[in-house]
């Protein structure tokens, strides 16, 4: 059957996501960065958690998953390259796993982290990116460096159009802020903001989003771009070169 998907916000800007399966009553969450809204968005939706899979090791991802694993029994999911206690399955690129009779893809974006994984159901067109990918921006490059985290991002830009994408933070408007200055002519991208603006004013989540409109809209995959090139003076540097521009303008925007 169909994936349904309960998001729910933790600490001051976190989403964690329930993804519930009708027909086994298997539900898995996307991180576990806080015990007590965990529990509440069980309880809330009445569904049993059955698996926990871990995008990092940050704390505002982990810090409830000895709490939450104790409480549900939860078999828990997570890279195979970080020390994260309490993971029971670990797993790198491209390693599968099967959900309640759904294919989960992991796909290994390092930049943010060196062990950021990305849980992709390539037969539901949804992608869990943590911190990897935001509407409208990216993470920023703590562990990696700029050319590791544009080799993440080609990753995701690879995949279909229509694919949904659920990320961990709610930083759009800040985002978008950003996105502006480097691609003020964007009309696709002036609209969303509007969009996204009147929404944060009725207290909606400008996540999850598409591929199709994050690659019509996010900078950060946009360094192929004529237009953002012109405007950076970067028509003839590498895509990997603009991105890197990019990133930075932002980490002092
Ligand atoms: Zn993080
Ligand atoms: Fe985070």
Redesign the pocket.
Known sequence: MALQFHQFSYMSD?YGVLIHEPSTGETAMVDA?DAASSLAALKDTGWALSHILITHH?G??TAGLPEVKAATGATVIGPSNASIKNVDERYGDGDEFVFAGHVCRCIHTPGHTLDMLNFYFPDDGVIFT??TLFTLGC?RVFEGDKPMMWASLKKLIALPAETVVYS??EYTLANARFALSVDPGNSALQRRTLDFEQMRERGEATSPTTMAEEMETNPFLRAADPTIRAHLGLEGASDEAVFAEIRTRKDNF
Do not use: V
Request: charged letters at 20%.
């Open positions: 976190n960065g940050h505002d991802h943590g911190d993470g961990a933070h």
